[in-house]
């Protein structure tokens, strides 16, 4: 979905277009964007705002990587804890 935002120049409020001209249904990534200012509404036309994408994607970072770290700390455990 995102790529077709990007692929049509509509990254911009003076560039919005509708969902018709995006061939985009509403449907629940759709709607997660428009939520989260990823994708924003102008007179019912939509654009796809990167700098609001490169935020959310740069959080999403931030709370992952402690995570995956977390789950590596805690397999080593149990593999040292279930090998004796």
């Known amino acids: 979905m995102i790529n077709k935002f ?18 985009v ?13 990823i994708i924003v509404e102008v007179n019912g036309k939509y654009y796809l705002n990167e700098q609001n994408l490169i935020d959310f994607r740069a959080k999403k970072s931030k709370i992952l990587i402690p995570f995956i770290i977390l789950i590596l700390i805690l397999n080593i455990f149990l593999s040292m804890y279930f090998s004796k």
């Open 6 to 23: 990007r692929n049509t120049n509509t990254t911009t409020a003076q560039a919005a277009k509708t969902l018709e001209e995006l061939r």
């Open 25 to 37: 249904s509403r449907r629940l990534m759709f709607n997660k964007f428009l939520m989260r200012n």
